[in-house]
């Protein structure tokens, strides 16, 4: 009886959920030329742009594929002094595609969501600054990857959430980011088991945001003037001051026997073997 009605409250959850935030989620008219994620090289600066804005730049194991070759790639370029992670369309990116999280087994879902934490370990070994440049929407997963970057700029337009538990899932493997970054571990608490979104003001203010920036020409102004301070200083020494600092991050995030991205990974498939969540899954396909 418990089972049941945690699954008819979890969809009528979900069908709430999809009709308030059905405009975030549906295909607009974009057309996407030069497949999902671009790679430019401008000098000093590289930037990867997620560049499917029809699907909202859903993160899918394709997508996670071209962020890490690219990751790799640059990684060598000792020529490279900051790296920007952007986006074409109205956001960052939504998620993953929760059509594709239909009727999975496990050996599925730990891949998936492994795939993304493996980025985000790969964004801070990256020997020079990433900067998440965020004009629009940065949602579930999306948001785990824009507070997996060492800096969060975005426009006032943008906005982030971590709304997993309205579909069913919970933000586990999202929480780490997002933890690790907000200055209000009761915020943090609240975002999570709401699913409320918050403006980039607000995302500032909780410390998941370094800068606001009114427009996109805004936007590029406010990063240029940080690219032009890593010009300036050592590279080797820069690369060298990011190892300690995310070392000693580790060192106080660290505990038991378990790192805490297995634990989230581990949790997060758990939850989508779960009706609740299944049913998320294919109330929001029938919605598309």
């Not at 029809?54 to 060598?76: G, W, Y």
């Not at 074409?88 to 492994?114: E, N, R, V």
């Not at 010009?231 to 690369?239: D, E, F, G, L, N």
């Not at 634990?263 to 029938?286: I, T």
Request: charged fraction near 25%; charge should be positive.
């Amino acid at each position: 009886n418990n089972l049941i009605m945690r699954v008819v409250y979890s969809r009528r959850l979900a069908s709430v959920w999809i009709k308030n935030h059905k405009k975030y989620y549906s295909s607009v008219n974009h057309k996407v030329e030069g497949g999902p994620v671009l790679l430019e090289l401008n000098s000093s600066v590289a930037r990867i742009t997620l560049n499917n804005p029809a699907k909202r730049n859903l993160l899918t194991a394709d997508v996670l594929d071209q962020i890490s070759t690219n990751l790799n790639q640059l990684s060598t370029n000792n020529d490279i002094r900051v790296l920007l992670i952007s986006n074409k369309g109205p956001a960052l990116s939504s998620g993953h595609d929760l059509k594709d999280m239909i009727q999975k087994d496990q050996s599925y879902f730990h891949t998936l969501f492994s795939h993304l934490t493996h980025v985000g370990s790969q964004i801070q070994k990256f020997p020079v600054p990433v900067i998440a440049q965020i004009n629009g929407m940065a949602f579930a997963a999306g948001c785990q990857l824009a507070l997996s970057c060492d800096m969060v700029y975005a426009t006032q337009k943008s906005s982030f959430a971590v709304p997993g538990i309205k579909l069913g899932l919970f933000c586990h493997t999202p929480s780490v980011a997002l933890l690790n970054s907000i200055n209000s571990t009761k915020k943090g608490f609240e975002l999570l088991f709401s699913g409320d979104s918050v403006t980039a003001e607000e995302a500032e203010e909780l410390g998941l945001v370094n800068k606001v920036a009114k427009d996109e020409e805004d936007l590029e102004r406010i990063t240029n003037e940080f690219v032009e301070k890593m010009k300036r200083y050592s590279r080797s020494v820069v690369k060298l001051g990011k190892e300690s600092f995310y070392q000693q991050l580790e060192l106080k995030r660290k505990g038991g026997s378990k790192d805490v991205n297995d634990l989230m990974q581990d949790f997060m498939v758990r939850n989508a073997m779960m009706k609740e969540a299944q049913y998320g899954f294919e109330s929001f396909a029938k919605k598309q």
